[in-house]
């Protein structure tokens, strides 16, 4: 069958395809410990389901408006005001999306195209560069170093911004790496940005959570000019362990909003009629699930660190928000396996699931193949018989 040539340039999502993989492994009784999937291993909680249910009881059973119904919109607008000091119009300024992931979709397909650049620091999530090739747009990536601890530098931005720079991604907290970028560096590369035409795509999803007292900022509360520029995108995926609910939203001039929901209105149209009553529930609800939650996430942070790094071979930066740990296995490309040499991320990615039988995903996706990331999302007992078993499956190495 000749599909669109499009389809040519989307790659699978690697993070699901490993997570699937590792899902098939347990179903055959497999013992497999999955660090793959970037995925609360939480349960919702009960009061943001009442939420949902309710809506459903009270009718919430039919299309909403585009952009989502009133109160989630105002909801947002009042969360942003208060977790990140900015305000929205809920009427013109705030669109509910399908997840975050189809305000990463929708933002880059009404914004760019061909003959366009979107700037892309990488390692980052494995979305960005796929949507944006996708629309025609051409990515550039920026590579950036341990030294940095993973973050673009407003000089590596300085160099590689043009006239076609449309967009600028920044994801901070990061997914894969997990840096977080301060204030200072935020506006160093803010003044970059002002220097040219170019938008900020801010994806905030993991701005909730964050370690050893780092806070993330938004580029969008720098100034109205640099609010102006900038699209915030967030979600509840990941600080309500809400993956499945499928919610998301972004923050942008109303012209911007506008043009998203035209495109969204031809595709899904309105995120789940229910799903947003339970998003009213999480925004307009008591927090304090979170910093337990959190406190958790930062105990098997500090397990993983430990362990990656006491593995010859395997080192890592201390992420500083997320919830993966992005290791460099660069070192023991080139050693025996059972199945040949390890040549890629790939290949040490497979054969930690076979032969470990812990998932991970291989960097490759997230733009730099010496690394494999693992999400440790998952129980403090996991992230420790993990850790030894990649120290065995690594020691078997020849
Ligand atoms: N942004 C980043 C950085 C992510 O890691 C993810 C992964 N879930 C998303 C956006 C999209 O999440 P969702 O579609 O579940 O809201
Ligand atoms: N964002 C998560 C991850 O990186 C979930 C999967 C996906 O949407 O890519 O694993």
Redesign the pocket.
Known sequence: MRFASRMSKLPPIP?LAMNTKAAEMKAQGVDVISFAA??PDFDTPEHIKEGAIQGLRDGATKYTAVRGIPALREAISDWAEEHKGLRYDPKTEVIV????????FNALHVLVEEGDEVVIPAP????YEPVATLTGAKPVLVQTSEENGHKMTAEQLREVVSARTKIVVI?SP???SGCVYSREELEAIAEVVLSTGAMVMS?E??GKITYDGEEHVSMAGFSDEMKARTLV?D????TYA??GW???YTLARPEIIEAMDTLQGQSTSNATSFAQYGGVAALRGSHEFLDGWVAQYDARRKAIVEGLNSIEGLSVVNPKG?FYAFPRVSEIFGRQGPDGVLKNSMDVGLYLLEHAHCAGVPGAGFGNDNYVRFSYATSLENVKEGIERIRAAVGQLG
């Open positions: 993070t970037g995925e999306t399908v997840g975050g992931k189809q305000s990463v980052i999530w494995v979305a994801n990061c997914n894969p994806d999803i993991y995108l979600g509840f995926s990941k809400m993956t499928r919610l998301g997320a």
